[in-house]
């Protein structure tokens, strides 16, 4: 999942939630009609392990 890096409050939840930020990030969607942001942004990739009950 994605979310925004300067929602750090945001990252925190879902780290207690058991996800882990990657190394990976991408460019906010300018182009994709959700405004212009006022400071630059970038999406923070973050990841759940997830295990199958056997």
């Known amino acids: ?3 925004l890096d300067a929602r750090t409050e945001l990252i ?3 780290e ?3 996800y882990v930020k990657t ?3 991408a ?8 405004g ?3 400071i630059d942004l970038q999406l ?3 990841s759940k392990l ?5």
């Open 27 to 34: 460019s906010y969607p300018i182009h994709a009609n959700v």
């Open 1 to 3: 999942m994605y979310t």
């Open 16 to 18: 207690r939630c058991g």
């Open 50 to 54: 997830v295990l199958k009950a056997t």
């Open 36 to 38: 212009q942001p006022l």
């Open 44 to 46: 923070q990739h973050m």
């Open 23 to 25: 190394q990976h990030t």
């Open 12 to 14: 925190q939840f879902y």
